[in-house]
C-alpha cells in the first residue's frame, strides 16, 4: 500500500467532516476514495472497474437491515424462477 502524503488542509477537511456527520475518519476517507474512483473509471471507460466500484459501495452505504431484505427479496427472486423454470420442463 503507497504512502499517502495528505496536505493538512484535506487532513483537517476530513476531520470536521467526520465530526459533523458523527463517523470515523476512515469512513470519510474511504467515502472519498470511492466516489474518486466511480468518477475515475467512468471517465476512462473502465466499466468492469466501475461496476465493481459500485457494488462495493452499494452494500456500504446500506443499512444492514436494508442489506438483508435485498438479500432475501434476490433469493425470492431466483427461487421462482427455478420453480417456473421446472414447472416449464426445462429443469
Known sequence: MPDFRIRNEYLEL???????NKIS???????ALAMFFKMYFSRF???PELEIA???SEYQEMEPEQIREKINN????VAAAIAEAERLGLL
Open 14 to 20: 476530513v476531520k470536521v467532516i467526520s465530526e459533523k
Open 25 to 31: 475518519q476512515d469512513e470519510v476517507v474511504e467515502t
Open 45 to 47: 471507460d473502465m466499466y
Open 54 to 56: 459500485r457494488r462495493e
Open 74 to 77: 434476490e433469493k425470492t427472486v
